[in-house]
């Protein structure tokens, strides 16, 4: 039973272009957490997903960011018009209830913007 | 303010001894808390969950305390060993929304 997994682990984008991150979440899991971390902070809240449905997105920030679940296929995280400021650590988690006993984190993205 | 607060200064301990990693927490009311590792580079770990009714939990090495009144956890690792080096994350839980709500986590460094 594969874990949670996320692509790219490590991606470089120059100011302005799009950056695309994708989770595949564990076997039999349908709810999808995405994370940011920034270095020596602690993981921050983005957004909440279950099948094609956003359920929570209030630590998303308004503008540029935008993320979906769909029926088939892996979550994605969209950035755009990347800035410096948007260069992190992007984590993936999934769980079989939303009532999270337990999140199972993918081994993150990686990343830089230039 | 809401706060969650874990010491921020790495925490040395000789190998056979036990570790004590502190959560604080200020203006939240947890359901539950969770502690996670995390090693350089990887996805945090979940380790244990306890809720707000029990006292104490524990899991081979590890244990994990829950004051309600203190507003704090304390997480244990007896017998530590170098490869239990990593950060050490806490995470609490409010009833209202289930959004997990993280700690900046303690670095612990086991010594040989």
């Known amino acids: 039973n594969a874990g949670v997994m996320q692509n790219p682990r490590h991606l470089v984008r120059r100011r302005g272009q799009e950056a695309r991150l994708r989770c595949s979440p564990m076997?039999?899991?349908?709810?999808v957490y995405w994370y940011r971390q920034l270095p020596e902070e602690g993981l921050k809240f983005m957004v909440y997903?279950?099948?094609?449905?956003?359920?929570?997105e209030s630590g998303m920030p308004k503008e540029r960011f935008s993320a979906e679940f769909p029926k088939e296929g892996p979550s994605i995280l969209r950035i755009q018009q990347v800035v410096r400021g948007d260069s992190a650590a992007y984590f993936c988690?999934?769980?079989?209830?939303?009532?999270?006993?337990?999140?199972?984190f993918g081994p993150g993205t990686r990343l830089t913007v230039t | 303010s809401q706060k969650i607060e874990q010491n921020s200064e790495a925490l040395n301990i000789q190998e056979g001894k036990t570790a004590t990693l502190t959560c604080n927490y200020t203006?939240?009311?947890?359901?539950?808390l969770q502690w996670y590792r995390q090693d350089p580079g990887r996805g945090p770990v979940f380790l244990l969950l306890?809720?707000?009714n029990e006292k104490e939990k524990r899991k081979e090495r590890l244990k994990v305390t829950f004051d309600t009144t203190l507003k704090q956890s304390l997480f244990h690792i007896t017998a530590s060993q170098p490869a239990d080096s990593a950060t050490y994350l806490c995470a609490l839980v409010e009833d209202s929304n289930y959004q997990l709500i993280w700690g900046a986590g303690t670095k612990l460094i086991i010594k040989p």
């Open positions: 203006n939240y009311s947890p359901a539950y």
């Open positions: 306890i809720r707000e």
């Open positions: 988690a999934s769980s079989q209830a939303r009532e999270a006993s337990e999140q199972y």
């Open positions: 997903l279950q099948k094609e449905n956003i359920i929570d």
């Open positions: 076997k039999g899991h349908s709810h």
